[in-house]
């Protein structure tokens, strides 16, 4: 059973930036994808971006490109979410979840681990 612990968030204000990790309790990343997911108050989870270990390719959700970055390091089982210009809209729980899958999907229904989240509350 992989353990994710997700760490960083905190209050920003607007135009900021914060730096999410995500440690694994396993060497995962080498062979699972690895997403992270937001909740913003009141609605349902949502899609922010993902890595695949099969390509390394990335993945973004529309509203958070060129603004977010996901990375890994796998000799740390650590992955990582940098955020800047950081909106008040960006306001949410944020988790990290891994995928056995070979492809990259959008649905949390596929990840078959999560984190506990960290909370990201963005001021105006």
């Given amino acids: ?9 905190g209050l920003v204000q607007a135009g900021g930036s914060l730096r999410l990790s995500c440690a694994a309790s396993e060497h995962t990343l080498t062979y699972n994808n690895i997403a992270w997911f937001r909740q913003p108050p009141g609605r ?3 899609f922010v971006s993902a890595r695949s270990f099969l390509t390394n390719g990335t993945y973004y959700a529309d509203s958070v ?4 970055t996901i990375s890994t390091d796998n000799a740390r089982n650590t992955a990582y979410l940098q955020m800047n210009s950081l909106k008040p809209e960006d306001t949410a729980v944020y ?3 891994e995928d056995e899958s070979v492809y ?3 649905d949390p229904n596929s990840y078959e681990y999560w984190g506990q989240g960290t ?3 963005v001021s105006s």
Wanted: proline content about 0%; charged content about 30%; some cysteine.
């Fill in 1 to 9: 059973q992989v353990h994710l612990e997700e760490s960083g968030g």
């Fill in 44 to 46: 349902e989870r949502e």
């Fill in 65 to 68: 490109t060129g603004r977010f």
């Fill in 95 to 97: 988790y990290c979840a």
């Fill in 104 to 106: 990259i999907s959008r």
């Fill in 119 to 121: 909370q990201v509350t």
